[in-house]
Structures are given as C-alpha cells and as structure tokens.
C-alpha cells in the first residue's frame, strides 16, 4: 500500500489542522493507521492509532484530548484532526500502516509499522 499524507502548514498557535493520509494499491481496511511525528533534532514519536474497524483508538499522552484519529475505509482515507495546537506540535507527520487480522487491535511502536508516508510538515508559531 503507498500513502499520501497531506494538510500540514504554517498555523498559530491555538489554532486547528487537519491532516489526510490517502492510501492507494491495496484496500485501507486491512490495515492499522497510525500516526507519527519527528520534530528537528529529536526521534520520531508515536502519536495516535486506529484499528482496522476504526471502533479501537490510543493517543499519546502528548496529544490527548486535541487530537482526533478517524479513518473512512470506503475511501481509503485516515485522517488526524489537530486542535489546540502549540508550538510544541511542530514536527514533520507521517502516516503509517500495518496489516494485522484483528478488527480491534492497535499498535504504538514505530517498528511494528509496514508502510509510511512521505510526511507533510506542521509549523505552530506563538
């Protein structure tokens, strides 16, 4: 499967973004979705999954109760909706895809990913 993510930007901070992950060469619904991001000089880091049938969902801590992870398989799309952005949010994103059997299960390790995408940049200013 190839992915397209897309939507990133400059915002202010306090502001909202949503960013798209288009999936292309293979149906998205056999797939977990995560996301993740690398800010400059630092690893890349985990910030949100969702599972195969979209009802199962984890966030990092960094980012929970801002971010929203959703998919619309009949599209072949994943989205992250980003509110309350701070400058702290600042990274490249990257969307990433793992095929497992099970409909409810998730994944946070990086590693544990197949397929990513080219990563699209978000820049917070204060």
């Known amino acids: 499967v190839q992915l397209q993510a897309s939507g990133g930007g400059l915002v202010q901070a306090g ?23 690398q800010a400059p000089g630092k690893e890349r880091e985990f910030i949100a999954t969702i599972s195969r049938s979209g009802s199962n969902f984890y966030y990092a801590d960094s980012v929970k109760g801002r971010f929203t992870i959703s998919r619309d398989n009949a599209k072949n799309m994943v989205y992250l909706q980003m509110n309350s952005l701070n400058s702290e949010d600042t990274a490249v994103y990257y969307c990433a895809a793992v095929a497992l059997f099970s409909m409810i299960g998730i994944t946070t390790t990086a590693r544990t990913y197949e397929y990513w995408g080219q990563g699209t940049l978000v820049t917070v200013s204060s």
């Not at 949503?18 to 991001?37: E, I, K």
Request: glycine share 8%; hydrophobic share 40%.
């Open 15 to 37: 502001n909202s973004l949503r960013l798209s992950c288009a999936a292309s060469g293979h149906t998205l619904n056999s797939y977990v979705m995560g996301w993740f991001r």
